[in-house]
């Protein structure tokens, strides 16, 4: 089934007001930002999103009013410092108020894990003796064989998890390589999953490499071709990091008028992906490119 | 601080890095005495050698290319959760004389500051080997008490952490711009172990929120050798991490 | 470091008598079948083999009355039938009497990913109301949030793993492909892993393809370079299954004194394996080379 | 057999196939009626085409080149879990009138004969969305009570899944060398719903080792038509399967 369709429709079609959301799996690469610019266009409203962390993207969208709460390790701006919209958030309520599911990053992942095995819950020998797990989704347990304790983390199953990738075909069969974050695991965990990808591929290619098609089409609902997706966060082999990126961000959106300005400037001022690139500019895109000759080696499949 | 976070890295291990000072650290270590360590990343990276290229994030493409291997977050915790883990390196915005550390919020004139969260750091504190906590050395960050117990050091102190059924060590070092503490093995406080060239006790006690305690053998902390200044400046030619 | 070494030497310095073993973990591939025929040579006494099917394997090294216990969740031969060294020493205690730990592909999979975690157990929803799951290494666990009930797999934890793969460098980082089966979990779940490869690879092809090197050199003990070490069972690109072994050796071991003749032409008669390849024959291992040009495309690791 | 296997597979199902008769069946259902099913095996692998040539196990190289996906075994077990797997096909020594399957022992002249084991069929019969039972016909094989539950069917009958906590729906056929079988919704006892062309119902019960209860719809099966005759030869040109 070809589930090819622009940003816009994947958007609509399949992410409605208070749904989970899962984002940022891949951690600091990967990261679907062009999607998140698009749920900000569509105004979508009272949204819960699902990160391990997520860069500047949660900042995003929590600053354009679309999030009503968070299942997050981290919220910030890696190489900036604090995540200025959330704070404002959580400080003071502006845009609006903000619920926080407080995680680790190892909690969070097994928490999609969970989820994606099918489990209601999963356990694990970390965060014990961390004041955010006493919080309810963390439970203490008793392992039946050695008797320790162990605490037990509750599943998290988003309802779309945005996920963009190198290469997919037309069914949402997917190649991707380089770190994978909880990916995979937020990939099985979603109800519906909404790919963007830097290359739509034949079937064949996919074939061609079995272990490399971490997300299986029948898991996918949406696949949207969308070079650079994932700036200004890297995509290995298809984008560089753009870190002026986000140090302009975090300079602009120290105050809640510099957010705005930002916003107008490059997400509601822009009608979709292809002008948000003609803003960055021919010149930005070409030195974002990747260069070199680090290609995999080839490995034979032969009968 | 960067050559005294090297200095902690023994050949052979393997550590959970993270970014900026103990990424740098992990170079100069690999560079210098510790050619056999492995860094492994929480986004699924594992290196047997550093970056390509200067990185602002452990996704960056310079820190995926060429590495040893490239998996997901629970692969590596995973590791660390197994016991493989020997040496974390982690920091926060408060840290209490028993070495927990908080980096959820801080109170800033009466107001709460909300900050990022744990990230990767509860993790690290609850499972590595051991760890080293890298902090620059201000008062309003060295409290008697954090606010809130983000990655635990030794909770109340003594045995509180076998109590509370931790697996890993604890923080073994921590590492401020202005000296080096180690921990009471009985009461686990903190003890000043060492103060940096040209810092003086005094002058960090001014800056720590508590009644300092010296260790016995406290001393001025080694000068970096010119090797170690040579590793830094290969890896951070440009002082960005090193002003 | 340099772990490479004979397959004699990664067997005695690894393996002493009483040790748990897990072995074909990649199920029906990548058995490493010349390792076992070593741990027969050195006559190695009251093993624990741990492998959820073996295809022949365990029978074999049941047969050599090698082993005290199985943890398994099938004992057979895939293609032909019923385990006949497997049959004897249950029912007679034939060379030896045997214990088994009962288990399904799931459960098993879940004991060795549980000792890869660190975990004492891990939950699962499988395996309930089968009269297996009532022995002690499973135990009923009710969920803290959701209070369902769900099953407890105590972990496996294997003093040893024996695992074949396509490539590896002398330390031990091992590049595979194809199906995996538990070969991953099995690697992190034990204290040692002795790795036979068809080839051994520069450090450099390693790193040209990290998403590829499912086993890390940190985890390994032994490297040895075994062309044709999963025989019969197919290594994918390097080794097709000889189908007649197994349907040859159904029929030889059918009763204890053919199995004894089996064992004397295979294994006991032939030094190593390089003698084992040279009775086998030239034109049999050259039939048994995979052909074609199926490879997998390279991508990118570009900076 | 296999025509009936084939008949039982909906269009984009996932499909845990196994060996033999069933992956044939898998292939004749892509080839006429359901193009888009999809199958799994325990090893790791996601096929959505047949394999490229006659294979004897599911990890045989023409099984896993040009694969949908290759992974472990607990990728494939956790979506099945998950509950994304919509069929599974099982076998097993013993079948009782509940549809419990037994592979780890039988009794033969007063001696335990030792069988293979569970292997991933108690996972499929506990977790798939329904199961598809396949034996050969045989008064020892249809028991009234299995001498050990491998996987279980439908326990001691009416709502035993629910209360034993089973996720997977149960059988929902068994397709015998003689005719076809479903549940009786209620009590869950075998019902004979079809005997195959030139085998009558007596024949069936002097096979069966309890009293036979027979659908209201009781017929014969349909003969396999001329398409799934000849997608057969096509996958089993030799007959290996299907003599």
New interface residues.
């Given amino acids: 089934m070809n589930k090819l369709c622009s940003l816009s429709q994947a958007i609509s079609r399949n992410i409605e007001d208070g749904m989970s959301v899962a984002t940022g799996c891949g951690l600091e690469s990967l990261i679907p930002f062009a999607a998140g610019y698009e749920i900000i266009r569509q105004k979508k409203r009272d949204l819960t999103l699902i990160a391990p962390i997520s860069d500047i993207q949660l900042d995003q969208i929590i600053g354009a009013g679309c999030a009503r709460k968070i299942v997050a390790a981290w919220v910030g701006n890696v190489a900036a410092g604090l995540a200025h919209n959330f704070r404002r958030a959580m400080e003071d309520g502006i845009p609006r108020p903000l619920e926080v599911e407080e995680h680790s990053n190892f909690t969070i992942g097994l928490a999609l894990q969970a989820a994606a095995m099918g489990l209601p819950f999963l356990p694990t020998k970390t965060a014990r003796g961390s004041d955010f797990s006493r919080a309810d989704h963390f439970q203490p347990l008793r392992c039946p064989f050695t008797k320790e304790e162990l605490l037990a983390v509750r599943a998290v199953k988003p309802d779309v998890a945005i996920l963009h990738v190198q290469r997919a075909d037309v069914e949402g069969n997917a190649h991707l390589w380089g770190n994978l974050g909880v990916t995979v695991e937020a990939a099985r965990a979603a109800r519906k999953v909404v790919l963007t990808c830097e290359e739509i591929v034949d079937h064949e290619v996919i074939l061609s490499d079995p272990n490399r098609t971490l997300i299986q089409g029948f898991l996918v609902s949406s696949v949207v071709h969308v070079p650079f997706g994932s700036h200004p966060s890297p995509t290995q082999g298809f984008a560089r990091r753009d870190d002026d990126f986000y140090f302009d961000y975090h300079k602009e959106s120290r105050n809640r008028e510099g957010f705005e300005r930002w916003l107008e400037r490059w997400v509601l001022g822009v009608k979709d992906h292809q002008e948000f690139l003609k803003r960055l500019g021919e010149e930005r895109v070409r030195r974002l490119k990747p260069e070199g000759n680090l290609f995999s080696p080839s490995v034979s499949f032969n009968l | 601080m960067v050559a005294a976070a090297a200095r902690e890295i023994r050949d052979g291990e393997?550590v959970f890095v993270g970014?900026r000072l103990p990424l740098l650290g992990f170079a100069v270590a690999k560079e210098l005495h510790a050619p056999?360590a492995?860094g492994l990343?929480?986004?699924?990276?594992?290196r047997d050698w550093p970056a390509?290229?200067s990185i602002?994030?452990?996704?960056?493409?310079?820190n995926?290319?060429?590495?040893?291997?490239?998996?997901?977050?629970?692969d590596v915790?995973?590791?660390m959760?197994?016991?493989?883990v020997e040496l974390g390196f982690i920091g926060g915005a408060e840290v209490d004389r028993f070495g927990n550390l908080n980096t959820?919020w801080v109170e800033e004139k009466g107001?709460?500051?909300?900050?990022?969260?744990?990230?990767?750091?509860?993790?690290i504190?609850?499972?590595a080997g051991r760890c080293i906590i890298i902090m620059n050395h201000e008062k309003r960050r060295f409290v008697p008490r954090v606010h809130?117990?983000?990655?635990?050091g030794y909770?109340e102190g003594g045995n509180?952490?076998d109590q509370?059924?931790?697996?890993g060590g604890g923080p073994s070092r921590v590492i401020t711009s202005m000296g080096i503490f180690t921990f009471d093995p009985a009461t686990k406080e903190m003890l000043l172990s060492s103060y940096h060239p040209g810092v003086t006790v005094e002058q960090i006690q001014r800056e720590t929120g508590w009644p300092l305690r010296l260790s016995d053998a406290v001393g001025e902390t080694p000068a970096p050798t010119a090797d170690e200044i040579a590793a830094v400046r290969k890896y951070d030619p440009k002082g960005v991490w090193t002003s």
């Fill in positions: 393997r970014m056999n492995v990343f929480e986004n699924g990276v594992i390509l290229q602002f994030t452990m996704s960056d493409p310079p995926v290319a060429r590495s040893l291997y490239c998996g997901g977050l629970l915790m995973g590791l959760q197994s016991g493989r959820h107001k709460r500051v909300r900050l990022p969260g744990s990230g990767g750091a509860a993790d504190a609850t499972l809130f117990v983000t990655s635990p909770g509180w952490r509370s059924g931790l697996t």
